[in-house]
């Protein structure tokens, strides 16, 4: 069994509700009281802090079929079991965290995770020198962004990564979704499918919002900051600043990432020095949701063994003493 605190996280202008999930066994004798902890972060669209989609928040966006368990929420629980906490909230305009979705900058959420990384590093049962980050999708390149300027991150885990521009992958996932059909029943994503070419015009051209119609009725409008950002921010040129332990974990049916993306990033991190683990989950989607427990539990081994101690800058070095 594990133990869950409930947090309120001050990010920026915005409160964020999410969930701290402790293991229920002392840590081992050379944490010096401390647990190894993993930051989460979602993917793409309006997710809860599980990683599944919100279709409480946003229920005329999504289809109301039957909902299966998140994939950060089952990663947290296998990692809970093997002594390590971990941390994940309700990114902006989600779940019962404030803002708007549809108005969060890429940067914004970049920053939205450095703050949740202080929190972890306020809680005096976390080991500040073994902190690690799960990104899933879009939440791998915020995960890069992160852990390049923080010296303390020691491990990443990143989960249907794209490689390159938001231009080029959101081109080939609308392709592909309209040859397989995968999560068109979902109003917003069959819009964006329908409208992908729109958005990145009107991105590109630096217009601020984009109404786009709902399949079934409605609209939704959306700020094309975002969009702009994240086209050019692709995350094959962060990795090339990255010096880090990398896991590329891929479905090899994702529909929103394509896995040759990750090889991209596998091969730029190797020729950089690194040793990245890469790894395609055969008939996997986006959301690992056909991985197995037993699939699940080999990917938070992985990334246990590699949550090794760093050395802390002074000031996280102050941060710890004083814990």
């Known amino acids: 069994m594990s133990r869950s605190e409930e947090l309120s996280i001050r990010a920026g202008d915005a409160t964020l509700a999410g ?3 402790l293991p229920d066994v002392p ?19 309006p997710r809860d802090r599980d990683g599944a989609y919100d279709r409480i928040g946003h229920p005329d966006w999504f289809d109301p ?21 971990s941390l994940r909230a309700d990114p902006r305009g989600c779940g019962r965290s404030e803002g708007a979705w549809e108005e969060v900058t890429l940067f914004a959420k970049i920053d939205d995770a450095r703050d949740m990384l202080a929190v972890m590093r ?8 073994r902190t690690g980050i799960v990104g899933h999708g879009e939440g791998a390149g915020i995960g890069l ?47 964006i499918d329908r409208w992908s070419e729109d958005l990145l015009e009107r991105a590109e051209r630096r217009e601020p919002f984009m109404t786009m119609p709902l399949y079934g009725g409605g609209s939704v409008t959306l700020a094309l900051g975002p969009f702009e950002q994240a086209i050019h921010t692709p995350p094959l040129a962060l990795v090339t600043m990255l010096h880090r332990s990398v896991s590329l ?3 090899g049916d994702d529909a929103w990432s394509d896995p040759g993306e990750s090889t991209l990033l596998a ?28 699939l699940i539990g080999e990917l938070a081994d992985e990334l246990a063994q590699r949550l090794l101690p760093r050395d802390l800058p002074p000031v996280l070095v102050a941060i710890e003493e004083m814990g």
């Open 19 to 21: 969930t701290l999930l």
């Open 27 to 45: 840590p081992l004798d050379d944490r010096r009281g401390r647990y190894p902890s993993v930051l989460m972060i979602p993917s793409w669209l």
């Open 65 to 85: 079929g039957p909902m299966q368990p998140g994939l950060l929420a089952r990663l947290a629980d296998v990692l809970a079991a093997r002594g390590v906490a």
């Open 122 to 129: 306020g809680h005096r049962e976390l080991d500040l020198r």
């Open 145 to 191: 962004a992160v852990a390049i300027g923080d010296p303390a991150v020691s491990a990443l885990t990143l989960i249907g990564a794209s490689a390159r521009s938001w231009r080029t992958t959101l081109r080939h996932a609308a392709s592909t979704r309209g040859r397989d059909g995968t999560d068109r029943q979902h109003p917003i994503a069959a819009a």
């Open 249 to 251: 974990i891929h479905g």
């Open 267 to 294: 091969a730029s991190l190797a020729e950089g020095g690194e040793a990245p683990l890469s790894r395609v989950l055969p008939g996997a989607g986006h959301d690992l949701s056909e991985a197995t427990d037993d």
